[in-house]
């Protein structure tokens, strides 16, 4: 079984920035994919950013130039810098982790951006 707990959500004014984190633990292969997922109020949950053990990532057009994803495989930790933010990144944010094919979810952090 695998745990992941987030932090870093808030409220930020348009253009502010917010770092998001998500650390793993359990039964964790060291081959997997970490990311970061979003749902809006009535609309479905959608991709921000992944990023594989390996260090290849991938983003959404909409936060591509604004927002990196990283990690630290020695802590199983995946961050989110989010730079410039826009009313419409407002969002429950959801840490992924995907281990053969078999996808983990966190509880979900929510950020809120005023403009």
């Known amino acids: 079984q695998v745990q992941l707990v987030e932090s870093g959500g808030g409220l930020v004014q348009a253009g502010g920035s917010l770092r998001l984190s998500c650390a793993a633990s359990g039964s964790i292969f060291r081959l997997n994919v970490m990311g970061w997922y979003r749902q809006a109020p009535g609309k479905e949950r959608e991709l921000v950013a992944t990023?594989?053990?390996?260090?290849?990532?991938n983003y959404a057009d909409s936060v591509k130039g604004r927002f990196t994803i990283s990690r630290d495989n020695a802590k199983n930790t995946v961050y989110l810098q989010m730079n410039n933010l826009k009313s419409e990144d407002t969002a429950v944010y959801y840490c992924?982790?995907?281990?053969?094919?078999?996808?983990?979810w966190g509880q979900g952090t929510q950020v809120t951006v005023s403009s």
């Open positions: 990023i594989s053990s390996s260090g290849y990532s």
């Open positions: 992924n982790i995907r281990i053969i094919q078999v996808g983990y």
